[in-house]
DNA sequence: GGGCTGGGTTCAATGAACGAACCGGAAGAC
DNA sequence: GTCTTCCGGTTCGTTCATTGAACCCAGCCC
């Protein structure tokens, strides 16, 4: 990311870019577009940081996770970032340009639940400071401004079923808890 | 779509959807996270309604885009409408539940123009009512409302390259044009 | 030294995307 | 009434990404 307009070019021309489109949707979509790659990132908002984490929730291939690690890292939306030098471990975190797509995430997430959730919201989110549910754009109810993903909290909503997964991160995921807060 | 949250299932497996994850972003990625797909609704919101017109303008193979039209109208974001008797010709528009994308996707493009257009923009986004450019939120800047796409209007930005692509709707756009209206 | 854990890489099989060719109905041109 | 074009597809062989199982290695822990 940050080339010039006309630079940008993957060494190779695989099947995944747009590279006639000339258009942001175009070049956002190269990088988030990918398989896996947007579940990766809602699962980054919600305080999973390492390797066996999300490979543990998402029941993605390694190879798979591995890679796309590795370009959410070179686009700047993750960072690697060592927590612990004996074992050498890094974890994967949101940066200020991840957490930026937040707004786009969660109203994708309201749309999926307003035409896929006959049970009711799978998941709801709330202004930490207000107690008050978010409207679809991501408002607070109560104090009406836009609510920054830190200040976001999410739990289990009436549509929730906990008999699919049984994973550390969807155990935890059980408990209401702050966006961006480490899960485990 | 609408089926009750327990029966969401496709008739063969296939390798796109995400049917481990309880969770209403993976349900809406399993219809709008393919290839070609975003940018496809990204058209009818620019005006585009034609088979022939997409095909033009996204460089998209028949069948894909085949696909992907029957794909989008059995989940009810587009909608299939006969504009002629003789020869018999239907076209795609967006419905209601197809338009309420539109906050998503302006996110997703306002994140791309950010870190990707080193140029500038490549596209305006403006409210037709006020004449004022729109926020990364979508919000007028002058009458401080969240400005529906039919209120919308694109053009050409500094960033902008006419030299990339040279079809109809291309050509189309580098005038001018409120979403949603009929580009050709 | 032997096993465990975390974070990967390798590789054969599968399945989706690509793109060029083909197709059929309905005008329109002659 | 035949010829051609346009539109909206379908067919099919090739290419490329995803899958999942196996393997790998470094560094604890005992």
Redesign the interface.
């Known amino acids: 990311?940050?080339?010039?307009?006309?630079g940008?070019h993957r060494p190779v021309a695989l099947?995944?870019n747009?590279e006639?489109?000339?258009?942001?949707?175009?070049?956002?979509?190269e990088l988030?577009?990918e398989?896996w790659t947007?579940?990766l990132v809602?699962d980054a908002f919600y305080g999973v940081r390492r390797y066996a984490d999300f490979l543990a929730h998402?029941?993605i291939p390694r190879a798979v996770l591995a890679e796309r690690l590795r370009t959410l890292t070179e686009a700047?939306v993750l960072a690697r970032h060592r927590y612990s030098d004996s074992p050498p471990r890094d974890e994967y975190v949101l940066t200020e340009?991840g957490r930026?797509?937040w707004?786009?995430?969660h109203?994708?997430?309201?749309?999926?639940?307003?035409?896929?959730?006959?049970?009711?919201?799978?998941?709801l989110f709330s202004h930490a400071d207000c107690d008050a549910p978010l409207d679809p754009?991501g408002v607070c109810e109560r104090c009406d401004r836009?609510v920054p993903p830190e200040e976001v909290e999410v739990r289990p909503g009436p549509?929730?079923?906990d008999d699919?997964?049984d994973d550390p991160v969807s155990r935890a995921l059980r408990q209401p808890h702050r966006l961006l807060e480490p899960l485990l």
Chains 1, 2 share one sequence.
């Open positions: 990311m940050n080339e010039p307009t006309g940008y099947g995944k747009y006639r489109q000339d258009c942001s949707f175009a070049r956002a979509l988030l577009g398989r947007l579940l809602r998402l029941d700047g340009r930026e797509l707004g786009m995430l109203q994708l997430g309201q749309w999926g639940e307003r035409h896929t959730s006959a049970g009711g919201p799978r998941r754009r836009l549509g929730a079923r699919l997964r």
